[in-house]
C-alpha cells in the first residue's frame, strides 16, 4: 500500500510531522515496525519528515541524516545509481510506485532496498509532496538468489531457509514438499501438511481469488500482493509469496517461499486508522467546528483558526499548555475527574463545557474529546472538537426565565389550574389548584387524575376528559364539585405533551342566572298576560269604532251647518285614525307571536304585485310612478304576510313623505347576490340628514318631518320583520333628493 502522507487541503492549518521536536504517532508506528520513511516537499526540497531507523540499516549517525538527508542518496551501489536516476525522472510522470536496489554501507556491506514511492498533489492538482517508505529485504533478496542458483543448493536452501517455503502440485494442489520454518511457523506437522492442499491454509473466502490466480497463471504478476493465510490454531496472517515454476518428482509444481508481513500490514492499517482520525479532522475543519489536538497528557499540540477566533487567543500561547486553561474557572479539578476517567480508559467524552476568552467573557460549546490510537491501540493523541452552543443557552435560558415568569402568573390567577401529561399524571399545578384539591402540591404531583377525582367511564367528567385528549380539541363544561358544594366551569386546553385543565369557580353567576331566569319567567307570564288583555282590548275597541263608522256613513250630513259639518268630518276622520294605530298595534303582536310563523316559498316578483295592490286608498289621487326592476326567478323561503308587509310598509312610507314640488318616483330592483336576496328602494322624497337622525331611525313613534302626519310606525315594523327573517335593512339619504333603503335576507 502507498504511504499517502498527511494530506490536508492549501491554505489551512497543518500538523508538523517533523520529529526533531517532538515523535508524532506516525513515527511511533513506522519504528515500531521497522519501516524506514521520509517525506520531502517538492517545492521547498526540505524533508520534514523522517524515521529514526534508517541509522541502522545505513550503520551511520541519525544526527548525521537528519542534517544532510542527501547522504542516504549516496550510499546508493554505482551499478544502480543510473537507474535510480531514471526511476526519479519517470516518476514525476507516471507515480511509479517501487523500486527495488543495492546500497552499500559506510563499512562496505551490500543490502537490499525496497522503495515505494507516492506523489502527493494539491487541490489544483500540483504535486506538493512526495512520500517515500522503504525497507531492507537483503535477506529476501538472497533466498531468490539462492533459489536459482543450482539443484546442489535446493536443499539446503529450501529445508534450512528460516522462510517458511513449501512445494505444491498445481494440479491437485496438495502440499508435496514442506520446510521446517513452515512447520513452526503454521503450526502443522509434515505429516499433516502432506494430507493437505494450499487451500485449507487460507480462509474460506479468499480459496475462489487463489484458484482464480492459479487457474490465469498469474501469481507471478500477484507477488506483492498481501495474501492471509490460518495457522492451526486459527490465527490470521499476512505473507507476500515468491513463487516458481519447477518439476519436482515428476509433478508439475510450484516452489513457493512465504515472508511473514502481519506487522507490516498492521502498521499500514493502522496508518488507515490515523488517516481517518484526520480525515474526520479535515471534515470537522469544513463544519467550522472548533479544534484541538492533543497528547495523552492533555496538552495541546495544535488548534485550528476556528478556536483561536472564537476564543481570541494566539498559536502560541496555546501550543504546550494544558487544554484545560481553555475551561471556565467554574471548572475546578474535581469537575474535570469524569473526562479524565473516560480517557483513562480510552474512551471517548462527550458533552457541555463553557469556554474561557482572553478577553475574559465565556462562551458555551458542546465538546466531544475522542482517543487516536496506536498500533497496541493505546491512546497516543486526543482530538477535542466542539461546537458553539452560546445562542442554543441562552434560548435555554429564556425559556427557563419564560417558565418562571409562566409559574408567576398562574401562581397569581384565582383560577385552578394543572397540568396532565400523556399518562394523566399530574405534571403542575398552582396555588389554587392546591386548595381546590385541598391537597399538597409535593403530594399532587405525579399522581394519576383518576386517583383524585374518582369517575366511572359513563360519568360526564371522564367523557369531556377523554374527548378533548383524543380528539385535540378545546372542551368547555360545567360541573358541580361536591366536596366545595360549588359550581365550576371547567376547561380543558389539549396539546402533544398532555393536557392544560382550568376550573373557574361559577357559583355566584350560575346563582345570579338562575335569579335571572326566575324573574324573566315572570315577566314572560306577564308580558303574556299583557299581550292578552291588549288583544281583546283592540278587538273590542275596532268594533265600537266600526260601529262609529257605520254611524257617520248613515248619516246624511247635507242638513248639516257648516260648522258641524266640519265637527262631522273630523270625527270620521278620528274613528278612522284610530282604527288605523289598532291595526298596527295588531300587527305588532302578531309579528312577536312566532307561533304564527308559516315559511314556505316565495317569488319576490309576485309579492311585489300583491303589495302595490294593497297600497291606502288615500294616495290614490295623485300622480306617482313606481317601476320594478325584478330578476323573475328570485325566490325566497320566508313568510309571506311579513315580506309583503316590508314592502308595502316602505312603498307607503316613500309615498307619505314625497316632495311636493315634483312627481313621487320609485324605483324598486330585486336580485340575488351569493347566498342572499337584495331588495333596494329608491325615491325622489323628502330625504333626511341621515347623519342627525340615524340612530333614531327605526324606533318606535319617531318622525322627522314636521306637518306630515305619521305614528314613527312604519320604520319600526319593518326592522321587527326583517329582524325576524334574519335579514339586515338599510337606509341612505340626502335632504330634498330622496332616500335608498336596501333590504337583505337569506336566499334560497
Partial sequence: MPVSGVHVPVNTATIDLNTSTRPGILTEIFANFGQMVWSK???????????????????????????????????????????????????????????????????????????????????????????????????HKAEEIRLIDSEATFKSLFYKNPHPMWVYDTETLYFLAVNDA???????????????????????????????????NDLESRSDKNWRHLRKDGSLIFVKLVSSFLQFRGHKARLVLANDVTKQVSAESQMEKVYRYLERFQEAVSKN???????????????????????????????????????????????????????????????????????GSHFWVNCSIIPILDSEDNPAQYLLIADDISNLKEAEKRNKDYAMKLHNILEGVTDAIFVLDKNWLLSNINLEAEKLLEKKRSFLLGKNIWEIFPADEGAKFYQFFRKAKKRRITVQFEEFYAPKRLWYDISLYPSKDG???????????RKKESERRELMEQLLAQNRDLEEFTFITSHSLRAQIANISMLCSAIDGSGLTPSNQEIFEKLFQSSANLDSVIEDLNT???????????????????????????IPFSFSPFKKTITTDIDPEVQLFTVRHYFETILIQIITNSLKFRAMDREPEIHIKGYKEGKQVVITFQDNGKGLDISQVKKQLFHLYKTFHPGVSGRGLGLYLCKILVDELKGTIDIESEENKGTMITVRLPGM
Fill in 289 to 359: 467546528s472548533l479544534l484541538a489536538l492533543m497528547d495523552n497528557s492533555g496538552t495541546i499540540v495544535f488548534v485550528n483558526d476556528n478556536l483561536l477566533q472564537k476564543s481570541g487567543f494566539k498559536s502560541e500561547q496555546l501550543i504546550g499548555k494544558p487544554w484545560s486553561m481553555l475551561q471556565s474557572s467554574i471548572y475546578k479539578t474535581e469537575h474535570n475527574q469524569e473526562i479524565n476517567q473516560f480517557m483513562a480508559e480510552q474512551k471517548s467524552w462527550r458533552g457541555e463545557r463553557k469556554f474561557f476568552r482572553r478577553q
Fill in 588 to 614: 305588532i303582536l302578531t309579528v312577536k307571536d312566532r307561533n304564527t310563523l308559516m315559511f314556505e316559498n316565495v317569488k319576490i316578483q309576485n309579492s311585489f304585485v300583491n303589495a302595490i295592490s294593497k
Fill in 41 to 139: 516537499d517538492v517545492l521547498t526540497g526540505k524533508v520534514n519528515f523522517l524515521t529514526d531507523n534508517f541509522a541502522s540499516v545505513y550503520e551511520m549517525p541519525m544526527d548525521l541524516i537528519r542534517m544532510e538527508p542527501s547522504i542516504l542518496k549516496s550510499c546508493v551501489h554505482p551499478d544502480d545509481a543510473p537507474f535510480i536516476d531514471l526511476y526519479s525522472k519517470v516518476l514525476l510522470t507516471n507515480n511509479v510506485e517501487e523500486l527495488e536496489y543495492r546500497i552499500l554501507t559506510p563499512g562496505g556491506k551490500i543490502k537490499w532496498i525496497r522503495e515505494r514511492k507516492q506523489l502527493v498533489k494539491n487541490d489544483l492538482g500540483e504535486i506538493i509532496r512526495l512520500d517515500t517508505m522503504l525497507s531492507e529485504t537483503t535477506d
Fill in 499 to 509: 393536557l392544560a385543565v382550568c376550573f373557574r369557580d361559577v357559583t355566584e353567576r
Fill in 182 to 216: 513452515a512447520v513452526k511457523f503454521y503450526g502443522y506437522t509434515h505429516d499433516e501438511f502432506f494430507r493437505m492442499t494450499v487451500r485449507q491454509i487460507r480462509p474460506k473466502e479468499d480459496v475462489d481469488d487463489l484458484l482464480q490466480a492459479i487457474r490465469n
